[in-house]
């Protein structure tokens, strides 16, 4: 928790139903994706999401409830109904915005990282072509995957062999046992994981598609959408947005302010 965080009175943010009858701010979290969300030494929830969720659940008055799921099982349970908010860095694709909707709260791009002695492999252009490639399933990275492998194919190289796993920390297993070549994922991930490992996964040149992400609530639901937004730039107000990130090395993934999309033509570049 960081301490001093919220101006505001927990009666003048908006609140949905769920949390006036519940007092808690429930939400789905991935089961672990550092800086975002992993346990550390001592047992406890921390990282970025887990963090900025527990601080926007302070200014509503509301006690935080992390029920972890697999990523690729979050936007069919928000859209059977099985909870409200997942809380996660999810891009804001067309297919996404069928079924739900976001409250943009971070940005982002996507790299490619390997070992360190591969590194010398993946100079130049076109350097994912041909190579093994490790993504989540159902991330911007899974995507992004298909359309650089399409882009090999139209320039007659060989095209990028892909393979899902349900979380990160099994791309890196995959990478550093040398059954896949690369991890295509979130570059503040990356970043984050070849620092804390001292160079076991280095980020190589390249950077794709940098978007803003969002926390993802059912299609239509604006109660929960102004809620959250609301929260979340009373933190960027105050001043616990910036601490937050900070903490992890994020502050180049900033925004200025978060804000709902509901369709394509809504997301800020």
């Known amino acids: 928790m960081v301490a001093g965080a919220g101006t505001l009175a927990a009666a003048e943010l908006p609140k949905s139903a769920e949390v006036k009858d519940t007092g808690k701010l429930i939400i789905a979290n991935t089961l672990e994706y550092a800086p975002f969300e992993f346990i550390d030494e001592n047992g406890k929830q921390v990282g970025i ?3 900025l969720a527990e601080e926007t659940a302070n200014l509503l008055g509301a006690e935080l409830e992390v029920t972890r799921i697999p990523f690729p099982s979050m936007v069919p349970g928000l859209a ?6 997942a809380w996660e ?3 804001a694709t067309d297919e996404r915005l069928k079924q739900v ?3 943009m709260f971070i940005k982002s ?3 490619a990282s390997t070992t360190a002695d591969k590194t010398s492999q993946f100079q130049g252009e076109n350097n994912l072509c041909g190579k093994r490639v490790g993504v989540i399933g159902g991330a911007v990275s899974d995507f992004i995957a298909d359309r650089l492998s399409g882009e090999c194919k139209e320039k007659g190289l060989p095209e990028i062999a892909k393979s899902i796993f349900p979380e990160g920390k099994d791309i890196i297993q995959a990478a550093l046992s040398d059954r896949i070549d690369a991890r295509l994922d979130d570059a503040t991930a990356s970043g984050y994981f070849e620092v804390t490992s001292k160079g076991q996964m280095v980020v190589v040149p390249g950077l794709y598609d940098v978007a803003p992400l969002g926390i993802a609530i059912p299609k239509g639901d604006k109660e929960t959408g102004d809620m959250l937004a609301a929260g979340v730039n009373e933190l ?3 001043g616990t947005y910036k601490t937050i990130m900070a903490k992890y090395g994020m502050t180049s993934a900033m925004i200025e302010e978060a804000y709902v999309v509901d369709s394509a033509d809504k997301i800020r570049k």
Not at 80 to 85: I, L, M, Y
Request: hydrophobic share 50%; glycine share 10%; net charge positive.
């Open 236 to 238: 960027i107000k105050n």
């Open 80 to 85: 059977a109904g099985r909870f409200k908010v």
């Open 101 to 103: 909707d976001f409250v």
């Open 89 to 91: 860095t999810f891009a």
């Open 109 to 111: 791009g996507i790299v």
């Open 49 to 51: 999401n887990i963090e």
